[in-house]
């Protein structure tokens, strides 16, 4: 049953999508689709891609107010659950909402390694929507590298890119105001948390794109990425600097308001 709704909602369509790309630009290979599909797909998704990139802002520039409350109410956790959620409310931030474009990307993500497995050498005709037209044999090889098997150059290139998307997340954060007791923990745990996302998220994408990631899948990895850091860098990052300068100019006084 899931494996049919998986067939029927993400990998038929992302199948088909893909050779209707290549059937438009057929000079272009398999890599030129699976570019184009990443474009489409990003572009699709990119109401969602703003509100998670303004929830991680936001979240950033109410990091200093949130560790006040900690320390204020480290010994009350019913207190502190609840002056959080006002704080959330307050500002109107939603915490869960920065993990819906990272949770799509991996579906989609599994789709599309799912569908460079199975079908790309020779069209899988049973996939295939009836106007689709069938091109038989599809060419996957782009500048030189099989993007139906695994490419190191592919691997090195995401990897290097998840790198730099990480970085630009951690050196945005804007700098900490409380930094008393469980409050100085916390971002000391946290400032832990960011190097090893920093270090952890491209090895591991390293080691599975020179080892068992086809060729198409590290592609799609590169790509997106380059889009979000492209886009975060446009959207975001200017917005973070200049209110992590106007913190730097003149410090914000921590209210933490009780009920």
Known sequence: ???????SILYQPLYNLLIVFYNLA??????LSIILVTVLIKGLTLPLSFKSMKAQKEMQEIQP???AIKVEFKDDQERLAKELMGVYKK???NPFAACLP???QLVVFIALSKVLYDGIKTVNVGALYPFVHNPEIMGHT???MDLAAVSIPLAILAAAMQYFQARQMVQTRPPAVARENSASLDEDMTASMNRMTLIALPIIMLV????????GATLYIFV?????YLMYAVFITPKLKKANESSDESPRIIDVEKS
């Open 142 to 144: 782009f500048l030189f």
């Open 1 to 7: 049953m899931i494996g049919d709704i998986f067939f």
């Open 102 to 104: 990272t949770i799509l």
């Open 224 to 228: 997106s990425s380059l889009l979000t």
């Open 26 to 31: 057929p000079w272009g290979g398999l890599g």
């Open 65 to 67: 107010k949130i560790n």
């Open 208 to 215: 599975m794109g020179v080892t068992t990631l086809p060729g």
């Open 91 to 93: 500002h109107n931030v």
